[in-house]
Structure formats: C-alpha cells, structure tokens
C-alpha cells in the first residue's frame, strides 16, 4: 500500500459502502478467481502494515469486502450494518482468508455459524462477538478516523497472529451432524468446515493455503454453476413483462378466511412481517385452536431469538380473531384459505364481494382449482389473484402468484409486493389446473405409483429420489399427508393403489400403516403387507411385475416431469423455464446444487432427455422436442 509508506500519513481509514453481494454473485468463475487473488495481496498487505488501518463499515458489507475488513487492525461499524459471508449460498466460500482471519475474531462456533450457514450479524452481535470493535450512530468514518489516531504509533494487533478460541475436535464434527440435512449434497458447507478446522489447528500459512484451494476447487466444481443460476432464476421471477412501472395497490391490513393449518401459517407471515390480520373462521372452537397456535409459534419465534421481543408483542397485538365475516370489510387485502372445493371457495368469494368496499384484493389460496371460475362468482373478477401459499406458510419459501384472465395490473404488483414483504420467493403462474409446481408434481406421482405397480418397491423409489437429493419420496410424502385426502369409504371402488390401502386401513403415518409401516416414533419401515396389497392390484390389471434399476427408476421420476414443464411453458402457463426451476427449488426441495428440473435437464442435454424418454416407451411431447431442437 503506497500509504503505509507515505511520512505525512500517520494512519489509513478504509470505508466500505458496498456494493451488495448480489453483484458479485454473478461474475463469471475468473473474474471470482483473480478478484480473490487480488484480494489476498490487499489483505497481505494490511497484515504487513506498520501503521493502522481501521475498517469503517456501513449498510451490507459481505463476502469479500468483509474479508479485507477482518485483516484492518480495527473495524467500526454503524449501528444499521449488516456483516455476513453469502458466499455457501452460490456454492463458493470465502477466498481471501476469510476462513482463517474470522475465527481468530469470533472463535470456531460462530465463525462455522457465519462461514457455513451463510447466516448475517447486525452491529450489535457483531460488536458483541467481538467482529467490530465500536458502533457508530451515524457516519462511521469520522469515528474510524479517530480510532486511527488513537492506534498510530502503538503496537498494532494483527488478526492473523491471534489465536483463535480452543475449539475441541468434536466442535466440528458435531457442527457437521447438526447441520446435515442443510449440507446434504453440497460441497461447500463441508470445504468451509475444514478450513476453518486448519484456521484452528494449523499455522497460519497452512490453513490460508487450504482455503484456497478449496475455493478453487469449488469455483471450478459444477455446483457453483447451478447455484449461481439459481440465484439468478429467482432474481430473473420477480420481473414480469408490462408491470415494471405499475404501482401496487397498497396493502396496509389484511383479512384471512380460514384459520386451519394453511390460514393460521399465512396470518403468522403476515403479522410477523408487520402487516395486522383480521382472522375469520365460522367456528368459534376452529377460531380459537387457529389463534392460539398463531400465538404459540410468534412466542417460540421470540423464545428463539428468531424475534426481538417488541417485535413480538407488535404482532400479537395485531391480529383480530373474529367470527362474524363482516370484521373483513376494512381491510386491503383477503386472503381466503378455506377448504379446498370449488363450491366452498364460490361461496366464500361471493360473501366477500357483498361486504368489502371496491378496490379491496381478493385472493385464493387454491392449489389446484381455476380461478376464473371463482373471480366470475363476483362483480369484480379484476380484484381477483391467486396466492398459492406452501404449507407450512410461515416456513416455506414459494409463492406462486396466479393471473386469471382479467386479473389487474396493479393487483399482480401489490401480490409480488406483499410476497417480498412477507420473505417470499415470487413466482408468476397462468392459470391452469395445479399451476406449475402441483401440475408436475402429479406427474411424478402418478409415474412413481405406476413404477410400484409394475415392481419397483416404495422403499426404491423413495431411497433412489432421495438419494439424487429431495428430502423425502413420493411415498414417504403420500404417507405423511395422509392417504385418505379426498377418499371417500362409501364411494371407493378398489380403482387405485391408494383407494386400496385406504379400504385396508392403512391410511398413512396418521394410522401407523400406509405404503409403509410405522413404528411408535413414525419410522418408516418398508411393509410386507403393502407390497402383497399393490402386487394383487397389479395381479387384477393384469400388469406384470418386474425390477427396476436405480437408473432407471430415476429417469422415470424426472423426466416425464421435465417433459410436462415443457408443456407448461409451451402452454404459456410459466414465463420463463428458470421460474419452472425456481418454483421446484423453493417450493418441492428440489435439490439446489443441481439448479431445478430444467436446468438439470438442459446440463444432461435436451436430446438426451428425449432419448430417455423414448427408450422408457414414453412418447415425448412436441413441447420437449421443439426445446430440445431450440437448445441443440
């Protein structure tokens, strides 16, 4: 640094104002690689240093930005900063001894907490961890300034010569196991861990050499690829052609018909983001079971520090149980998210329309049913939108946001809006039966059923999709909602595997048997009894059973899937094939590192999937084939 060299400096103030994060997500691999390289002779330096060098930081200082920082001899920060290391989200980490200065700060827990989960610290926990050394009201450059004349001629303290906290061994190993689900798959949470093992138990030098070659190692993997569209896709959904200069109704307050699971989740998003509900359900018993886990998970989100306790009691505070319908008249917005039947939702909508002044939005929750039919209920189909929500709604991440076909301009503005109020991913979905996510969905299901009539046993095909990366199987997942969903014992006619384990009693984890057995702790235990009940279905269809392949079980899962999100963006349904991705990647668990179902497809190559297709008997659709000519 020429400054350290220069007689008429006494000490160097460096001020970081951004730019965010975001921007550098999506540089290409070797302006990430010479942008670290240029950073470690930047950090070097500093460390090398005969005069101080005071980091003043301000608003989101990440990643790399942070990591020059953590080399300052001091670091003051304002009150309103926000201090992380994103980099595990896009697949990469800290390449610019990050890995090795921060726990020499902070120790080995929260560093693995900041490093590896990619988890941010205001001011405040900063300074109390030790990251910051001071707080700033407002500029902090001034009070740097001061800091730097404080320190200049003193013995300066380098970050790289501290020794981190004593973290015993088992520190990481069990960081590793706590985590295991949120790392499953991924190779950057694990090269994290290990370097900042080394910034443990290693000289520096060491570890600092690790860490760089983890992060090459990384740049150069296919992960990051995937990961770095995925933050692209999300960021590519919330643009919808025609509404970038159209202003969004405001939404103030809002109403929710329903307060089962799905109502009661959406209500705690809302109040949690701020936004009061009025909660309407017809009876008093349902009302007061819908509040009171309203009330119970807002005060484990304070218990758990995930809320501060103002915070709490603000929204507490803000919701309305009521169960007269009329309550809903003042609010901006409702949200209905009653049972799941066009007849009840005609009636909710048509009640609605008589008692909310003109303007208010009314939303469905649906899942699956058409929302013109339920807008023409009303004298106001424009004011009409669908907001499919994923349960649990206070937990998942997806939105998908249904345009029916004279839904306004600014009523889709006010929906994408509110979605990132409440911390939602956004995505903009025509109107067609199960929309996007749902619509492939059941074509999952409907292959992974027809693969277990014809041999292949739930626990295969189970195992085989979670071991490509979803958190659960198609079965796993029938088992846990619950077999009986729309079954009816009066009308069941044997037609289905389904009907058939419901006629038997077996009706998921909620009975104990299902596709599979339950044990007291609802382990799933492969059944003996359900593969005879399926192989006398297929007996009865006259359908021979045979094995299956590992290999083959998986083509049969996902590429029919990929050829229907062919037809939704062919059908206009999706815009785009990167929301196809978004939605499965945020609302189904598909597994991140691999970018979505479409992205996955495009990397084994289009062709490639129409060949598979073909050689499993599965006629691919003009939609797959005019995608895959188009990528050829």
């Known amino acids: 640094m020429q400054a350290n060299s220069d007689e008429t400096i006494s ?51 990440l990643g790399a930005d942070l990591e020059v920082a953590l080399a300052c001899h001091a670091r003051i920060a304002s009150a309103q900063s926000r201090l992380g290391f994103p980099e595990v989200k896009m697949g990469l980490m800290p390449g610019a001894r990050g890995t090795q200065l921060l726990p020499r700060l902070v120790g080995a827990r929260p560093a693995l907490t900041m490093l590896a989960l990619g988890e941010e610290l205001s001011a405040e926990e900063a300074q109390a961890l030790g990251l910051i050394d001071a707080t700033a009201e407002g500029d902090p450059v001034p009070q740097a300034c001061g800091a730097a004349r404080e320190l200049a001629g003193t013995t300066l303290r380098r970050t790289s010569d501290l020794t981190p906290a004593v973290a015993e061994p088992a520190t990481f190993d069990e960081f590793a196991v706590r985590h295991a689900r949120k790392f499953r798959g991924l190779d950057a949470p694990r090269a994290i861990v290990a370097a900042v093992r080394a910034a443990c138990e290693l000289p520096f ?45 405001p939404v103030s307050e809002a ?22 509900v009025t909660l309407y359900e017809r009876d008093p018993a349902a009302l007061e079971r819908g509040t009171e886990h309203i009330r119970k998970t807002i005060e484990a989100n304070g218990a758990s520090g995930r809320m501060r306790r103002e915070r709490v009691e603000k929204a507490l505070a803000a919701l309305s149980p009521v169960s007269d319908i009329g309550r809903l008249g003042h609010v901006d917005l409702v949200i209905e998210a009653a049972y799941e039947t066009m007849a009840v939702k005609q ?31 009303t004298r106001r189909p424009a004011d009409v939108v669908g907001l499919h929500f994923f349960s649990p709604a206070n937990i998942m991440k997806l939105l998908e946001v249904v345009r029916g076909k004279v839904t306004s301009p600014d009523v889709l ?20 039966w199960g929309f996007i996510g749902n619509r492939m969905l059941a074509i999952r299901r409907q292959h992974a059923e027809a693969m277990a009539v014809e041999g292949a046993s739930p626990a295969q095909i189970d195992a085989v999709i979670e071991t490509f990366g979803m958190a659960m199987g198609p079965f796993r997942v029938g088992d846990l909602a619950g077999l009986d969903l729309g079954w009816n014992a009066e009308t069941s006619t044997g037609s289905t595997i389904r009907e058939r384990l419901c006629e038997a009693g077996r009706r998921g984890q909620k009975s104990g048997a299902g596709f599979y057995d339950y044990d007291d702790n609802r382990r ?42 062919a037809k939704i963006l062919a059908e206009g349904i999706a815009l785009r094939e990167s929301d196809i991705d978004v939605v499965w990647l945020n609302g189904y668990g598909w597994p991140a590192w691999t ?33 895959a000519d188009t990528r050829s």
């Open 11 to 61: 000490g160097i103030v460096i001020a970081f104002r951004g730019p965010t994060f975001t921007e550098d997500a999506e540089a290409d691999d070797k302006t990430l690689s010479l942008g670290a390289e240029a950073n470690v002779r930047l950090v070097d330096a500093i460390g090398a240093a005969t005069k101080p060098v005071v980091a003043a930081l301000d608003d989101a200082v």
């Open 205 to 249: 030098d060491i570890g600092a050499q690790i860490e760089r070659e983890n992060f090459e190692q990384l740049l150069a993997g296919p992960q990051r690829k995937a990961l770095r569209y995925a933050i692209a896709a999300e960021r590519m959904a919330g643009m919808v052609p025609g509404l970038q200069n159209t202003v969004p109704r």
């Open 255 to 276: 109403g929710i018909v329903g307060s089962g699971t799905m109502g009661s989740g959406i209500a705690i998003a809302l109040l949690c983001a701020g936004i009061p």
């Open 347 to 377: 009636d909710v909508f048509s009640a609605l329309d008589a008692i909310v002044r003109p303007g208010v939005i009314l939303a469905t929750n649906t899942s699956y049913l058409d929302i013109d039919e339920i807008a023409a209920i």
């Open 413 to 432: 503005a006010a929906a994408f809006d509110l979605a990132r109020r409440i911390g939602k991913v956004p995505v903009l979905s025509g109107n067609g």
């Open 524 to 565: 799933a235990i492969p059944s003996e009894a359900a593969l005879q009940i399926i192989a006398g279905f297929a007996h009865d269809k006259g359908i021979a059973q045979r094995s299956f392949t590992d290999a083959q079980v998986l083509d049969r899962l996902l590429w029919p899937m990929v050829d229907e999100g």
């Open 595 to 627: 970018g979505g179902p479409m992205f996955h497809a495009r990397q084994t190559g289009l062709q490639e999937v129409v060949r598979r297709l073909e050689a499993m008997g599965l006629p691919p659709s003009d939609a797959i084939r005019s995608l």
